[in-house]
């Protein structure tokens, strides 16, 4: 196994080393489809309701998560989706592990621009990044414009994993961070990056089949 050993998050125990893997995930998507919503319920299991305060530019925020034996710290790049910061988070594209890329499900404008983000991420994003195609906001059950089976669609036609989410509910939004993060530790052992996005794919497809609501097949701290 090539784990680093590292000391832990001061969340830990200090005298405690554990085997720990670092991850960078970046949240990409339009301007209020939900991406700081999604970080704040996977980070403090709130949510951020009320007025909407759109991101300058980037944010991040850690959590380190345990997927068996293993503590996965990830730093997670929340991006503002205004066009006026795209160029501030191309920088930071070619850093990144793993990208969530978010739409609204309530909002057509955000699915059709799913296709632009793709084409940005193939400009300035690793060849083998992984990607996470999410459709958030399926709490909002009457004002869905955008079906299942489009986003699957959308997804199988880019070779992307497809999971749905709400960050008011808390509805698979656990199972996003985990299943990415499982994904990369596979990625990092194989060095095999369409072998560590099946696995992505078969895990979510895994936890639909078995639990219809949260994930529980992971632990985080
Ligand atoms: N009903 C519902 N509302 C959501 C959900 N996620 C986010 N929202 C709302 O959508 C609005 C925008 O959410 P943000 O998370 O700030 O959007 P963002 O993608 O970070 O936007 P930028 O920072 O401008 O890129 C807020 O008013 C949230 O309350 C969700 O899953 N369900
Ligand atoms: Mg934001």
């Known amino acids: 196994m090539s784990y680093q050993l590292k000391q ?3 969340t830990l125990n200090n005298n405690s080393y554990s085997m720990q893997s670092t991850f960078k995930v970046m949240l990409l998507g339009d301007s209020g489809v939900g991406k700081t919503c999604l970080l ?4 403090d299991d709130t949510f951020l309701c009320g007025s909407f305060i759109a991101t300058v530019g980037i944010d991040f925020r850690n959590k380190t998560i345990q997927i068996k034996d293993k503590q996965v710290k990830l730093q997670i790049y929340d991006t503002a989706g205004q066009e006026r910061f795209r160029s501030v988070t191309h920088s930071y594209y070619r ?3 793993a990208l969530l890329l978010l739409y609204d499900v309530t909002s057509i404008i955000s699915f059709n621009n799913v296709r632009a983000w793709l084409s940005e991420i193939k400009e300035f994003a690793q060849d083998d990044v992984i990607i996470c195609l999410i459709a958030n906001k399926v709490d909002k059950i009457p004002e869905r414009v955008v079906t299942k089976e489009a986003g699957q669609k959308l997804a199988t036609e880019y070779d992307v994993t497809y999971i749905e989410t709400s960050a008011k509910t808390g509805m698979n939004v656990e199972l996003a961070f985990s299943a990415t993060a499982q994904c990369l530790l596979e990625k990092e052992l194989t060095q095999n990056s369409k072998l560590a996005s099946k ?3 078969n895990l ?3 936890n639909n089949q078995t ?3 949260s994930c529980c097949l992971f632990s985080s701290s």
């Open 8 to 10: 832990t998050d001061s």
């Open 40 to 43: 704040v319920r996977f980070k």
């Open 95 to 97: 850093d990144a592990n």
């Open 199 to 201: 696995t992505l794919m």
């Open 204 to 206: 979510v497809q895994l």
């Open 211 to 213: 639990h219809k609501s």
